[in-house]
C-alpha cells in the first residue's frame, strides 16, 4: 500500500501523464499512468509537478527588515551595507528569529524547501549566527537551511574578521563565505579568497563567495576563486556569487576566464532581481545590466543558479520568497528567451541551485525525498509565464503548504464565465 499516489502530472521534462509514487517519505516509483492502491491519490490533471524550489543565495539574517531604522534613498549596494551597519547595533536574536522563522513560511507556501543563507560573522558578538542556527534548528522538520559564514565588512578590512568567521564555522555554520571586491584593495581582495578557500581545505567545508560584486570590468577575483580551487583541490565545492563584474569584463579576457571557471568545476549563483537593481547606478545612459553572463556561463559547462538573495531589507525593498519570479527576471535581464533558454531559467531556481547546495535526495525519480511542488501550469514555460500558484506542496511525503487554484471570474455578457490564462 503506498502513502500517496499523484496522477496524471507534467513534468518539467515534457514527459505527461505521469504518476508519482511515495512511501515513507520516499518516491518509489515514477511512471506513466501508474494504478496502486494508496492511501491518498491526486489528480493532478495535467498540471506540472516540479520538485521544490531551491534557492542558492539569500540573506536571512537582515530578511524583512525593511525600513529599519530607515530605507535605503539611493538604493545602491554601498548605502544598503552603511544602513545594515547602523541595523545591525540594533538586533536583537528574538526579532531576527521571528523575521526569518515568517520568511521560511512565505518560502514553504511558495514550494522553496532549501535556502543557501549568508550569515554576517562580522560583529564578535556573532548575534545573527547563532539567531539563524536556532532558525535553522527549527525549520529543520520541513525546510534546508544551510549556512555560509559571511564576513560582510572584509574578512581582512574588519578587525577581528578571520577570529569571528571562525568561531562561526566552530559553532557549526555549513560553508566559507567572503566578499574580496570589498575588501580595502584588489591585492587584499586576492589574499582574503586564498586564505578563505585554503581555511575551507583544512577544514574540509565547501566555499561560497560574493565575488566581483561591482561594475569594474578589472576587478577578477572569480579568477582567484577558479585558481584557488584548483590549486587546493575544491573542485565542485566551490561557488562564486553574483560575479557582476563579468558583465562589464573585456569579451577576450572572458574568453579565457569561462574554461578556467569551467574547469575548476566552481557554479555560479547569479541574483537577477539584486543585480539588476543594484548594479550600473554610477552609469548615465546607457546603463549596465550588471547581471553575469549566464548564457555564455551555461554554454561553457558551468553549473549557474539564479538566487533572490534579498527581501524586504537594507538593499531590496521587494520580494516574497517567489523563486519564479527570480526565475522570470533572470531570463528578461540575460535574453534567455528561446524554448530552452526558459527551461534553463526553470532549472536555474531547481535542479541547478539544488547541485550548488549539495542537496541528498533532490530530484523526481524513485528513491530521491518524496518533496515536491504542484503548480497550476501546465510546463516550466508556463510556470514562469504565471508565476504559477502553488496548488500543493509536499515536504518527504508530508502537505505542508497549499493554495485554492485561483480562477478570475468575468462579468461580461456573452463571453466565458472565467477567464483561463493558459495556452491551450
Ligand atoms: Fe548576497
Known amino acids: 500500500m503506498l502513502d500517496l499516489l499523484v496522477k496524471n502530472a507534467s513534468l518539467p521534462d515534457g514527459r505527461t501523464g505521469m504518476s508519482v509514487a511515495v512511501r515513507g517519505g520516499l518516491i518509489v516509483e515514477v511512471a506513466p499512468g501508474l494504478d496502486a492502491p494508496a492511501r491518498e491519490v491526486i489528480d493532478a490533471r495535467g498540471f506540472l509537478l516540479s520538485p521544490p524550489f531551491v534557492d542558492a543565495h539569500f540573506h536571512m539574517d537582515a530578511c524583512l527588515s525593511y525600513g529599519l531604522p530607515r530605507v535605503n534613498e539611493s538604493g545602491t549596494l554601498l548605502e544598503g551595507i552603511a544602513l545594515w551597519g547602523e541595523l545591525k547595533p540594533l538586533l536583537t536574536a528574538d526579532a531576527l528569529i521571528e523575521r526569518a522563522l515568517a520568511y521560511c513560511d512565505w518560502a514553504v507556501a511558495r514550494g522553496l524547501l532549501a535556502i543557501r543563507s549568508h550569515v554576517d560573522t562580522s560583529d564578535p558578538s556573532l548575534l545573527p549566527v547563532e539567531a539563524l542556527l536556532e532558525v535553522q534548528r527549527r525549520v529543520g522538520p520541513y525546510l534546508d537551511l544551510q549556512l555560509v559564514a559571511f564576513p560582510q565588512d572584509g574578512v581582512l578590512r574588519a578587525q577581528g574578521g578571520l577570529e569571528n568567521l571562525k568561531r562561526a564555522l566552530d559553532l557549526g555554520v555549513d560553508v566559507v563565505g567572503g566578499i574580496p571586491h570589498f575588501e580595502r584593495t584588489m591585492l587584499d581582495g586576492a589574499a582574503s579568497v586564498r586564505l578563505l578557500c585554503e581555511l575551507a581545505a583544512e577544514r574540509g567545508l565547501p566555499v561560497d563567495m560574493h565575488c566581483d560584486e561591482s561594475d569594474d570590468p578589472l576587478s577578477r577575483h572569480i579568477e582567484t576563486l577558479a585558481f584557488e580551487t584548483q590549486r587546493l583541490g575544491l573542485q565542485g565545492r566551490v561557488n562564486g556569487s553574483h560575479c557582476t563584474s563579468m558583465h562589464s569584463m573585456d569579451n577576450y579576457y572572458v574568453s579565457k576566464l569561462l574554461p578556467l571557471i569551467a574547469g575548476s568545476g566552481v557554479s555560479v549563483v547569479a541574483n537577477p532581481l539584486i543585480n539588476i537593481t543594484l548594479q550600473g547606478r554610477h552609469d548615465t545612459y546607457p546603463k549596465r545590466r550588471g547581471m553575469t553572463r549566464v548564457p555564455e556561463l551555461l554554454a561553457a559547462g558551468v553549473n549557474v543558479a539564479f538566487g ?14 517567489d523563486m519564479l519570479e527570480v526565475a522570470h527576471m533572470g531570463l528578461h535581464v540575460a535574453q534567455m528567451t528561446s524554448q530552452p533558454g526558459i527551461r534553463a531559467c526553470f532549472d536555474a531556481v531547481t535542479v541547478n541551485a539544488a547541485k550548488v547546495m549539495h542537496l541528498q535526495g533532490y530530484g523526481l525519480a524513485a528513491g530521491c525525498d518524496a518533496s515536491f511542488v504542484l503548480l497550476q501550469a501546465r510546463d516550466a514555460v508556463e510556470a514562469i509565464r504565471l508565476r504559477a500558484n502553488r496548488l500543493k506542496v509536499w515536504r518527504k511525503g508530508v502537505l505542508v503548504a497549499e493554495t485554492p487554484e485561483v ?18
Not at 480562477?407 to 490564462?421: C, I, K, Q, T
Request: net charge negative; charged share 25%; glycine share 12%.
Open 308 to 321: 533572490h538573495d534579498c527581501v524586504m531589507d537594507p538593499w531590496y525593498g521587494m520580494g516574497s520568497g
Open 407 to 424: 480562477v478570475a471570474r468575468l462579468r461580461m455578457e456573452g463571453r466565458p464565465e472565467s477567464v483561463d490564462f493558459s495556452n491551450q
